[in-house]
C-alpha cells in the first residue's frame, strides 16, 4: 500500500530529546521502499528526519556509508541524531534543488553538472570499497535480474523460460566478476533524484543520498545509475560523452564497456520488476509509467556482443508487444 505521510507518533518526544522540540514536521517525500522523509523547521533551522520502520528497513547501513563518504571528502548529510530502536535518524537537509529539477528548468546546464557527477565517482573509486560492505556477488546479480521474471512477466499473462534465464546471465556475469576493475563502493542508486546541488565547494557541490544499501562491486555500475536513469532521459549523445570523460579520468580496462553494457542490461531488468512490484504489491501505479524507458535502455543494452545470450532469450521470451507500454494496457483493461 501507499504510506500515508503523517509523521510517526514518537517523532515529537524523539526531536524533543534531540533539542528540537516543539519544531514543525512537514511532508518531505516517500520512495521506493517503506522509507518516509520529513522536514523539520524549527524557526531558520532545518533538518530532515528519516522514518525507517523496523523491521522493514535498518537505518545503521545509511549512517555507515554517510560516515564513509564523509571521511573521504563527500558531502553525505550529517547524522544529527539516532534511535534504532524507532528507526528515526535526523539528517542534515540539503535544501531542494536536486539534479534532475535543475537540469530540466536549466538545460543549459546539463553538461556541465553530469561532468561533475562524472568527476565525483572519478573521485569516489580512486578510493577502496568501504570497510565491511558485502560484495555484489552473483548470487545479488541473478536474484535482482530475477525479479524481472517473478513479476513482469506474470503481469503480463506469459510464461517463460525461467532455468534459460538463469544460464543466459550466467553466461555473461563472468565478463562483470573478471573484470581487472578493483571493486569500489557501489552507491547502487546514484541518478538524477538523488544528487543535490549544494553550496559547498568539497564534492564537487553535490550531496549524495539514498546509499544504504551499497555494495563493493564493479565502478561501471554507479556510472550505468546515472546515465541510464529510469526517471529521466539521458540524451545517448551525453551519456557517450560522459562514458568518455570518465574512460579518460580513470583510466579503467579494456573490459570496462563490456562490462558496462552488461551492468546497464542487468540493472534495467532488475527495475522493470521492481517497477512492476511496486503497482502491483504496493499501489504505486506511477511506476508503470517509466517502465518504456526502461524495455528502450534495456534493448539497447542488450545490443552489445556481449549481451548476445540474454537478448537470445528475451527475443525468444519476451517478444517486443509485451514490453514498452505493454503493462501499461493490461493495468488499464
Known amino acids: 500500500m501507499v504510506p500515508t505521510m503523517i509523521p510517526p507518533a514518537a517523532a515529537p518526544a524523539f526531536l524533543a530529546r534531540a533539542g528540537w522540540e516543539g519544531a514543525d514536521i512537514l ?34 547501513p545509511f549512517i555507515a556509508i554517510a560516515g564513509h563518504l564523509n571521511t573521504h571528502g563527500f558531502a553525505a548529510p550529517e547524522i544529527l541524531a539516532r534511535d534504532l530502536d524507532l528507526g528515526l535518524v535526523l539528517i542534515e537537509d540539503f535544501g531542494d534543488l536536486r539534479l534532475k529539477e535543475h537540469v530540466e528548468e536549466q538545460p543549459a546546464d546539463e553538461l556541465a553538472v553530469y561532468t561533475r557527477a562524472i568527476d565525483l565517482l572519478v573521485d569516489l573509486h580512486a578510493f577502496p570499497a568501504a570497510e565491511d560492505l558485502a560484495p555484489y556477488d552473483r548470487a545479488v546479480y541473478q536474484r535482482e535480474t530475477g525479479l524481472l521474471t517473478e513479476w513482469y512477466c506474470p503481469a503480463v499473462n506469459l510464461t517463460v523460460d525461467e532455468a534459460g534465464y538463469i544460464a543466459a546471465w550466467n553466461a555473461v556475469l563472468p565478463i562483470v566478476e573478471a573484470s581487472a576493475s578493483p571493486a569500489v563502493t557501489v552507491l547502487r542508486d546514484y541518478h538524477a533524484e538523488n544528487i543535490m546541488l549544494i553550496d559547498r565547494p568539497t564534492s564537487h557541490g553535490l550531496g549524495l543520498l539514498d546509499f544504504q544499501d551499497a555494495l563493493a562491486g564493479h565502478p561501471a555500475y554507479d556510472l550505468v545509475s546515472l546515465l541510464q536513469d529510469a526517471r529521466r532521459d539521458v540524451p545517448p549523445a551525453l551519456e557517450a560523452a560522459m562514458v568518455e570523460r570518465y574512460r579518460a579520468l580513470a583510466n579503467p580496462p579494456a573490459d570496462f564497456d563490456a562490462a558496462y553494457a552488461v551492468l546497464g542490461a542487468q540493472r534495467n531488468a532488475k527495475i522493470i520488476g521492481i517497477f512492476t512490484r511496486l503497482w502491483k504489491r504496493d499501489g504505486k501505479a506511477r ?12 534493448e539497447r543494452d542488450l545490443a552489445h556482443p556481449a549481451l548476445a545470450p540474454v537478448a537470445e532469450w528475451f527475443a525468444t521470451n519476451i517478444p517486443t508487444q509485451y514490453r514498452h507500454g505493454a503493462l501499461q494496457e493490461f493495468a488499464a483493461a
Open 287 to 298: 511506476y508503470l509509467s517509466f517502465l518504456p524507458r526502461m524495455w528502450a535502455l534495456l
Open 27 to 60: 511532508p518531505l517525500a516517500g520512495d521506493a521502499s517503506f522509507r518516509r522523509y520529513f522536514r523539520v523547521v524549527d524557526g531558520a533551522r532545518r533538518a530532515v528526519l528519516m522514518d525507517a520502520p523496523p523491521p522493514h528497513e535498518d537505518p545503521r
